[in-house]
């Protein structure tokens, strides 16, 4: 009789059962491979998927990072423009008042004596300085905007 080595002795089987339970785990290495492959090409989608969520998160950030220059370029512009009103105001306030003051001038011309005249002409050009001055600002504040 044949001397079998001493597993093949402890398991009790018939050494030809054992050679097909061998040849049978030798003959599924191929699929493990193949999972392997399936795996990697698995693996590959999986990148691509990444990728393409990584582009789609990038360009949402660039979205939002324009809409936020976007907001304070118009927040910006809304102050520029309130600063004008502001000075259109002032300038309207203070034609106004020359207006007033250049009427009381006629009006009490002969009535006044010319010191009077001179602080009336005096009031009358600076409130022109105050006009050609925030005129100067909403010059420059136009070159800005």
């Known amino acids: 009789m044949t001397s079998y080595p ?9 050494p030809m059962k054992t050679l097909v339970f061998i040849f049978l785990l ?3 290495l191929p699929l493990t491979a ?3 492959e399936i795996d990697s090409v698995s693996a590959v989608n999986d990148k691509a998927v990444v990728k ?3 582009k789609k998160e990038k360009a949402a950030k660039k979205a939002n990072r324009q809409a936020e220059k976007t907001a304070k370029a118009l927040k910006r512009q809304a102050k520029l423009q309130k600063q ?11 034609e106004r008042s020359v207006k007033k003051l250049q009427h009381r001038l006629i009006e009490r011309k002969e009535q006044l004596s010319a010191v009077d005249q001179e602080k009336m002409q005096l009031k009358i050009a600076k409130a022109n300085a105050r006009i050609q001055k925030n005129q100067m600002k909403l010059k420059k504040l136009n070159k800005k905007g």
Not at 84 to 92: A, C
């Open 6 to 14: 001493l597993w093949f002795q402890k398991s009790k089987r018939e």
């Open 26 to 28: 030798l003959s599924s």
């Open 34 to 36: 193949q999972t392997v």
């Open 52 to 54: 393409s969520i990584a």
């Open 84 to 94: 004008k009103l502001q000075i259109d105001k002032k300038i309207s306030k203070d």
